[in-house]
């Protein structure tokens, strides 16, 4: 299956070719000399191999320009410079001089990435790329080095400081490098006998991280005769390149670089025989079938594969399609996350939270609060996932139903929830959901609860359609049907459609079945609900008129709950802390922090949540962290005298000071991203928003229904239906694929969304000349639905790319 190009550029590993990037503490530092030094070293110790040098900016005059330096006192060596500025200044600075030749950062790692993969074409080999200035030296586009080059994921070979001063910016130099996932793999610098910093930073890299540090003697001074100069330059070389230290650096190298390569060829057999994998049949899982990633930068994991053509790289770029199972928001390796959560455990490590408090969890409490704009929301309680979150915010909820109708503690206490749904993997999670595949063959499992039949949403033939169950018709008299509506934004303008009495087969299901649960004698102290759709659950797009409309009707149906006669002291419409009917439970671990485009899910259903929980999005993809947010009627229920009254629930990480610091600079940063219009490219493409005025760069996403998925390549994939496609639906950053069903088998235990998902693993080689290994997709299937989700940093040429590549495997599959 051919990939469009341009590829992402992935990691540069090859067998034949040991690449190594080489950086400076600072500038003048000496990394042309030491690069030339080893240039030379690997043509004499390797004299049947090809040395190769790469310059990929380089400012000044041509004169002094480095790989001039290369060429002249090592003619045996290629040598290239990608773009040379005449100004001797810093490359950002010279590219805006240049009147227009300012490559962007895509452009210069693919001419970086052509280059060396017409290298490793060559056979066996050196090449080492060196960068400009210091680590956070501007490129071309402004961005730093150190995160300029991040994707290339290049062993670095770091050039200390000789000079004074220069202990201090080695070691900040190697930190820069270390916190955004560089392998320092030496440390080399000149022998200076007044400030002697190598003696130091021997021992430190040594000691504190097992690094080697090696000198070379200090380059003859100039005199100013140009020929002397050079006959020492040559001796120098001559000499410096052929000793013992110089040729242990590169053995080092040589063997860093073997043992990589051996590391991921077994990673695969020791992690089959090692690892037990969640969610996984391994009886039918074999070695071959598990990916091995070596790093991960913005959308894409470098997956490790020996199935490509010799000169393409043994890494290539794979885009996270499940966005690491829901949780990356804000694009793998992210310096400004990493920097927070270096900044937390530098500061706090972990310290114990009962009876404490520390400025990022208190922080993050309010930011919480403040974002949910949910008046009934006063209090927040941490755990470490979303599972736990949720087993937090039934325990919040039940007992405060108990307190409220009196209810004895051996009554038996339910939830209601939605028929599909799913709140985690923990026992008590699991007991509120219905039986399904995930908890049926569960030992302690005992569904605790009811779950009411809703309808759904989805896009078929161009039309967007909600399917209404029988059972929900035939209670509403009119039997199961179907209902078109003209956009997405028509199916979510909710005070439209109750003023014309849409709701009103919703609601009389609805409190037809609270009645008739009522006579049976059963109690249930929470309503607990994924707002909009259902995750695990296969992906379900909710009506969410339904949703809102059973809200309602269980805030107004108190004396269906309590004793006989019994209503709470508030009812519906009152948006005060104190709950009415039952604690109405938000599980927003999939659906909040803009995953569907806003902030709060709940925003979709204009209801408020008297107890919220959030996780995945709200570290952006870096750390575990759970917030459940409750309302002060459900925190006062646990008041009382006796501490065994009190909510006896912590883990030993609660509120672990680096992942809240982390969840700060997340929703700071997709706050930022929201108000200042990074995502206006796709509200404005978006064809949901006919109810509403057309968005602009400035609308919020509070104000719009928008997804990243444009509405042609939906209503293309809705057209599908060929025996293929069921249904699609795109939100904010989530598209899912519904396929029909073929195998027998419905929902999680059906296999039709499998060959879908081979296509898109498959790959294959980008048709660019020197562009080394294309791209393909990891991705993960829900039984017979296909789900993809962008990030909230990926860019429309990555989402056109995305469902380019999945036209071509639906095409491909409907003609198969």
């Known amino acids: 299956m051919p990939l469009p190009s341009p590829s992402p550029v992935g990691s540069l590993l090859w067998r034949s070719l040991r690449v190594y990037q080489v950086y400076g503490a600072n500038t003048d530092v000496g990394k042309t000399i030491f690069s030339t030094l080893l240039c030379k070293a690997a043509t004499r110790f390797w004299d049947n191999e090809q040395t190769a040098f790469l310059k990929p900016v380089s400012t000044g005059s041509l004169d002094e320009a480095d790989d001039r330096h290369v060429q002249r ?25 240049s009147k227009g030749l300012i490559p ?173 994998y969640p969610f996984t049949q391994q009886k039918n899982l074999s070695a071959t079938n598990i990916t091995v990633i070596d790093s991960a930068r913005g959308d894409h994991f470098q ?8 000169s393409a790289p043994l890494l290539q770029p794979t885009f996270d399609a499940s966005a690491s199972w829901w949780t990356q928001g804000l694009g793998h390796g992210s310096p400004s996350l990493a920097l927070a959560a270096a900044y937390a455990a530098g500061r706090y490590g972990h310290v114990m939270f009962a009876e404490a408090i520390h400025e990022p969890a208190l922080a993050l409490a309010e930011n919480l609060l403040a974002g949910m704009a949910n008046p009934r929301l006063t209090r927040v309680f941490y755990s470490d996932n979303g599972s736990t979150g949720a087993e937090v915010a039934v325990k919040m909820a039940l007992r ?49 609860g009811f779950w ?115 209503r709470g002291p508030k009812e ?28 709060s899910a709940a925003s979709f259903l204009d209801v408020d949540a008297d107890i919220s929980v959030h996780a995945k999005l709200l570290t952006g993809g870096l750390v575990p962290l759970c917030a459940t947010l409750a309302s002060e009627s459900v925190f006062e229920a646990f008041a009382s005298d006796d501490k065994s009254d009190a909510l006896l629930h912590g883990h030993s990480y609660t509120a672990h000071a680096v992942g809240c610091q982390v969840a700060l600079e997340s ?44 509405p042609d390549f939906v209503n293309w994939v809705s057209q599908r239906t060929a025996g293929a496609v069921g249904g699609v639906w795109a939100l904010g950053t989530v598209l899912a694929i519904h396929m029909e069903t073929k195998d027998g088998f419905a929902g999680y235990k059906s296999n039709a969304a499998k060959d879908i998902q081979a296509l898109l693993t498959r790959g294959a080689v980008a048709d660019v000349e020197g562009d080394g290994a294309g791209w393909n997709v990891h991705s993960r299937v829900l039984g017979n639905v296909l789900y993809v989700m962008a990030g909230h940093k990926t860019k429309e040429k990555s989402i056109r790319q995305l469902e380019s590549v999945l036209r071509q495997a639906l095409s491909e599959r409907e003609h198969q």
């Open 73 to 97: 006192f090592a003619p045996e060596v290629t040598n290239k410079t990608l773009f040379q500025y005449d100004l001797a200044v810093s490359p950002h600075t010279a590219a805006l001089a």
């Open 104 to 276: 962007p950062d895509e452009t210069l790692l693919a001419e970086i990435s052509k280059f060396a993969s017409r290298r490793a074409s060559l056979g066996h080999g050196w090449l080492f790329v060196e960068t400009a200035g210091g680590v956070h030296s501007p490129g071309p586009s402004g961005s730093t080095q150190a995160e300029l080059y991040m994707p290339l994921r290049l062993p670095v070979i770091l050039i200390g400081d000789a000079k004074l001063g220069g202990i201090s910016q080695t070691i900040s130099a190697f930190e820069s490098l270390k916190i955004r996932g560089y392998d320092v793999e030496t440390v080399l610098l000149f022998r200076e006998d007044m400030y002697q910093n190598h003696l130091y930073l021997t021992d430190y890299f040594r000691d504190q991280h097992g690094i080697p540090v090696k000198t070379a003697p200090e380059p003859p001074t100039r005199d100013g005769i140009i020929s002397q100069d050079v006959q020492n330059m040559l001796w120098y070389y001559e000499t410096t390149s052929s000793s013992t230290t110089t040729q242990s650096i590169l053995s080092h190298l040589a063997a860093k670089h073997s043992k990589r390569i051996e590391r991921l060829e077994s990673m695969r057999t020791t992690a089959h025989r090692t690892i037990w």
């Open 400 to 448: 405060a139903a108990r307190v409220r109708y009196g209810w004895g503690a051996e009554e038996e206490v339910g939830v209601l929830g939605l028929r599909g749904s799913y709140h985690g993997d923990t026992i008590g999670a699991m007991d509120c959901s219905e039986p399904c595949v995930f908890n049926e063959k569960v030992e302690w499992y005992e569904g605790r």
């Open 572 to 599: 519906v419409g009152d948006s005060t802390a104190t709950w009415a009917g039952l604690p109405v439970v938000f599980d927003e671990v999939f659906t909040g922090i803009y995953r569907l485009g806003r902030f």
């Open 303 to 310: 997956t490790f594969t020996t199935d490509l053509p010799p």
């Open 452 to 566: 009411f039949e809703y309808p759904t949403v989805m896009c078929r033939e161009g039309r967007w359609v909600v399917e209404i169950p029988g059972e929900i018709g035939l209670r509403g008299g009119s039997g199961g049907h179907k209902v078109t509506f003209a956009s997405l934004g028509h199916i979510f303008s909710m005070k439209e459609r109750e003023s014309s009495g849409e709701g009103a087969v919703y609601e009389r299901y609805i409190l037809d079945t609270l009645e008739r649960l009522h006579r049976e004698g059963r109690k249930f102290g929470a309503l607990i609900l994924e707002p909009v759709v259902l995750g695990a659950g296969g992906m379900l797009l909710v009506d969410p008129l339904f949703q809102r409309a059973l809200v309602n009707a269980v805030r107004r149906s108190s004396h269906l709950f309590g004793q006989e006669g019994h």
């Open 667 to 710: 929703l700071r940063q997709m706050k930022e991203m929201d108000a200042h219009g990074e995502w206006a490219w796709a509200k404005t493409s978006s064809q949901m928003n006919e109810v509403a005025p057309k968005p602009s760069s400035a609308m919020t996403s509070k104000s719009c229904i928008w997804s990243v998925w444009g």
